[in-house]
């Protein structure tokens, strides 16, 4: 193995490493991404992909944030306005919007968002706790020193607002209905 490449590997190796910090509460791994004219994160820690916002089958009789199923990996996933969800007021769907679709192991919950920004960490020690008075402060880590609030990514996956059915059938995604 020529020297080069083993230098290369090397640092390969460490960059593929997780952050390392001393700071108390460790690191936060964040998507950041606008909603209207507001900047917001969710920890990636259910994160399975970021997809554009393709075709999505609206559901007859739906709350009004479920905007419908969208097949991702084959798999129908109701797909959640985010922005309407956390009373954030934005301009209709655009070529920059995209599905944040979390899940564990399987797609399990698409959320609609303007613009995804960047992938970033930040310390859990620089977030400072919501206030009680913001509309989804049950639903945040806390707010970054940039102003930027971080969602929970458990905490959305938990919250029975967006549990939703699991017999949805393939076939009925499909045909569009």
Do not use: Y
């Not at 020529?2 to 460490?14: F, G």
């Not at 507001?38 to 399975?48: H, M, P, Q």
């Not at 880590?141 to 017999?167: C, E, N, Y």
């Not at 949805?168 to 995604?173: A, E, N, R, V």
């Amino acid at each position: 193995m020529t020297r080069e490449r083993e230098i290369l590997r090397e640092r390969a190796r460490r960059l593929a490493q997780p952050p390392q910090t001393s700071e108390p509460g460790g690191v936060l791994e964040i998507l950041a991404f606008t909603l209207g004219a507001e900047r917001w994160a969710i920890d990636t820690s259910l994160v399975l992909a970021v997809v554009p916002f393709t075709t999505v089958s609206r559901l007859p009789g739906a709350p009004a944030f479920l905007v419908g199923l969208a097949a991702v990996r084959g798999v129908p996933v109701p797909v959640v306005d985010l922005g309407r969800c956390l009373g954030v007021p934005r301009p209709g769907i655009t070529d920059l919007a995209r599905i944040v679709v979390l899940g564990e192991g399987m797609p399990e919950l698409g959320l609609v968002v303007d613009a995804v920004d960047a992938v970033a960490t930040i310390s859990r020690a620089q977030l400072r706790p919501p206030e009680e008075a913001m509309a989804a402060h049950d639903l945040l880590h806390g707010i970054a020193p940039d102003g930027t609030a971080v969602l929970a990514a458990q905490a959305l996956a938990a919250d029975p607002r967006f549990t939703f059915d699991d017999a949805i059938d393939g076939d009925d995604l499909a045909r569009g209905a």
